[in-house]
């Protein structure tokens, strides 16, 4: 790789950051990977809820982004059921970095006027890594460019709240609490700035008993750039199956096309995002994701009755 397309491939990954707002990956399914983003979210489904999504961003493009992730929540055992736990593991290749991310999290549940709140840690490794071995530079020895593999890490701590109602949902967290430095070799650093997260959505029944609508909106910012994401799904249900279609709009920045559903307890999605600016529309970004959830039935005979009041 000469340095030339080194150049050019930072300089691409730059402007998807920017629209992204800084470091953190934007997956077009946010809506169903709210416990990626808050932890305050694990256990509300009151089932044992296990998902996972791959997005390949700025398709076409030598060393685009493409990133894994997969995680899971359960309510703990207690006798209220108002303790769950959570876990993610994150991977991201963008050229020739790798962001590795692996979290635990825990969240408690209270009643709060008609609905429901629930506060969330979550805590955890953020690893980085460069490989300058791949780096072909014009001049040899060049320091601003490593010639081998680097890497650091760094402690990463995420905290939110998040409301849970028969009418809607809202929440807030915070990535990065704790702005870590990830140090790469002896002389260069990445310094990774908190993000703010704001999501909400609703159910609307339609007349039709079949079909409903689902708004839901999440921001993001790190108080320097941001990203709003409005997104509009239409839902067709029928003998305990759903299928969705929607689109997504994030100003100045793209449009997506959503389709999807759930079928006995196993929940899919796909999702294509066009960029209205930057990279253009041809260069989209392809994002799938896949859920199953279960009942959980650890300590006693019988069904499990939790009821799900998640708006999804």
């Known amino acids: 790789m000469s340095v030339r397309k080194v150049i050019l491939t930072l300089s691409l990954l730059l402007a998807a950051v920017a629209a992204r707002a800084q470091f953190d990956t934007h997956f077009t399914h946010y809506w169903a990977l709210q416990g990626y983003y808050n932890p305050a979210v694990a256990g509300l ?4 809820n296990m998902y996972g999504t791959y997005a390949m961003q700025m398709a076409g493009y030598t060393n685009a982004p493409a990133t894994m992730l997969i995680g899971a929540d359960m309510v703990l055992p207690t006798e209220k059921k108002n303790q769950a736990v959570s876990a993610n593991l994150y991977n991201e290749s963008i050229g020739l970095f790798t962001n590795q991310r692996l979290f635990a999290g825990y ?7 008609s609905g429901r709140m629930a506060i969330g840690v979550s805590v955890g490794s953020l690893e980085q890594k460069f490989d300058g071995s791949k780096v072909e530079a014009e001049e040899a020895g060049d320091d601003a460019f490593p010639s081998s593999e680097i890497d650091g890490m760094g402690l990463d701590l995420t905290a939110g709240v998040h409301y849970t109602h028969r009418l809607f949902y809202a929440g807030l967290s915070v990535m990065h609490v704790t702005a870590p430095t990830i140090e790469l070799g002896e002389t260069h650093e990445i310094k990774i700035d908190p993000t703010f997260y704001f999501s909400g959505g609703c159910n609307i029944q339609l007349k039709n008993p079949l079909l409903s609508i689902q708004p839901s909106m999440q921001v993001m910012t790190d108080l320097q750039a941001w990203r709003a994401d409005l997104t509009l799904r239409g839902t067709y249900t029928y003998d305990e199956k759903r299928y969705y279609a ?3 709009y994030s100003p100045m920045t793209s449009v997506a096309i959503l389709l999807g559903g759930e079928i006995n307890s196993v929940s899919f999605g796909y999702a294509y995002e066009l960029f209205t600016s930057g990279v253009g529309l041809i260069h989209g970004s392809h994002d799938l994701y896949v859920g199953y959830v279960m009942d959980l039935d650890l300590f006693k005979k019988g069904k499990n009755k939790h009821k799900s009041i998640r708006i999804l």
Request: glycine share 14%.
């Open 246 to 248: 929607g689109l997504t």
């Open 45 to 48: 489904s009151g089932r044992l």
């Open 107 to 113: 969240a408690y549940q209270f009643n709060l006027w």
